[in-house]
């Protein structure tokens, strides 16, 4: 046999000895498969685990979220962290928390408490008043339903009341309401009274959640990271490195807060001045520095040459690669909120349910 015969003859034995000892793709899970492994890994004592399942699983489906093991625990750890699988969980006292709330607003709004007071005294369909009906509101979904019957009742309620609904979170994630209703696009599922509504919902705050956890692109090398943007916003903890880095490279203080621009107004924030001290060494104007901080809520602020060059500057007065994602520095505000609670603290709460959901036989 001339060799490169014998050469080919070979080769071609090796391919097929390859091809026998590749292992078959897996065929994709259908809905039924991915609804059973969603039951197995939740909590024990879940009441309707099975609703639970089929709502989780739309929420990865219908938005082409992987349902591997870790992206299911890490949707049942923020369910359980938020409200221990209650798809509309009791406020303790929050009667008098939705008060001071709406007193807040009213305030900051300019609207004299006089009028809200006298608004509230306004007798409802049901016979009894506003403020009646608020003193005895016990789930976030029974307070904003008053509170839309209110503004859509008393005169002027929507010019004068419409922005001061207390309830911001609902749903058994506690999604932001406002996150919601500008993510609606692709929503699976027929909505009747509009998207707050179906925040409320079990399926419509799973899925929001879901949405607001998993659906954008990250380059974290955990999840922990993502429960902590869940709680402070998309890439809040990428953002928090980079201002480790900014305050790295000038020696300046900084909130790690992950919050790099203030869009609200044209007056530089704490981390935008922090970097005018480096325009020099950046060669950046401050035209140039702004306009690379507004990518600060997408991925492609890591290819921008202000983020690439504060690092460069960073890492070689750490003498090393500084972290790229950092845990934010953030102290909760809320009216639920009665102790002081960190971001960090939610991260790691949740990140804690995550491993025990990851511990579970599938």
Not at 242 to 256: E, H, K, W, Y
Request: positive net charge; glycine residues 8%; proline residues 6%.
């Amino acid at each position: 046999m001339h060799k490169y015969t014998r050469y080919s003859a070979i080769a071609a034995l090796l391919w097929l000895a390859g091809c026998a000892t590749k292992p078959p793709e897996q065929a994709p899970r259908g809905p039924d498969q991915i609804r059973a492994d969603i039951a197995r890994r939740l909590p024990a004592g879940v009441g309707d685990a099975g609703g639970w399942a089929r709502d989780i699983q739309v929420a990865f489906t219908s938005q082409d979220i992987p349902a591997t093991p870790a992206n299911v625990c890490a949707v049942i750890a923020v369910i359980g962290q938020e409200s221990g699988f209650h798809a509309d969980p009791a406020v303790p006292g929050l009667p008098k928390v939705a008060r001071e709330e709406i007193n807040r607003r009213a305030a900051s709004m300019h609207v004299p408490g006089m009028l809200v007071d006298a608004a509230l005294g306004i007798r409802s369909p049901n016979g009894k008043t506003y403020s009646q009906r608020l003193d005895t509101v016990r789930t976030e979904r029974d307070l904003s339903d008053m509170y839309e019957d209110f503004i859509g009742m008393v005169p002027m309620g929507r010019q004068l009341f419409g922005g001061l609904n207390p309830v911001h979170t609902a749903g058994p994630m506690q999604v932001g309401v406002a996150f919601a209703e500008a993510h609606a696009q692709g929503y699976p599922y027929s909505v009747q009274q509009g998207i707050r509504k179906e925040v409320f919902s079990r399926r419509g705050g799973i899925y929001f959640g879901t949405l607001h956890l998993l659906g954008y692109p990250a380059h974290y090398d955990t999840l922990l990271y993502r429960f902590a943007d869940y709680n402070a916003g998309w890439y809040a903890s990428r953002n928090a490195a980079f201002q480790n880095a900014v305050s790295r490279a000038t020696g300046i203080p900084l909130a790690l807060d992950g919050d790099v621009l203030r869009e609200d107004t044209i007056e530089p924030g704490e981390t935008e001045r922090a970097l005018r001290t480096l325009r020099s060494r950046l060669d950046m104007s401050e035209e140039a520095i702004r306009r690379d901080l507004r990518a600060g809520d997408r991925l492609d602020f890591e290819n921008t040459l202000l983020y690439r060059r504060v690092f460069g500057i960073a890492d070689k007065a750490a003498g090393a690669p500084l972290p790229r994602a950092t845990l934010p520095r953030i102290t909760l505000q809320s009216p639920k909120i009665t102790r002081t609670l960190t971001t960090a603290w939610f991260a790691e709460r949740v990140n804690t349910r995550w491993k025990e959901c990851m511990a579970r036989d599938a």
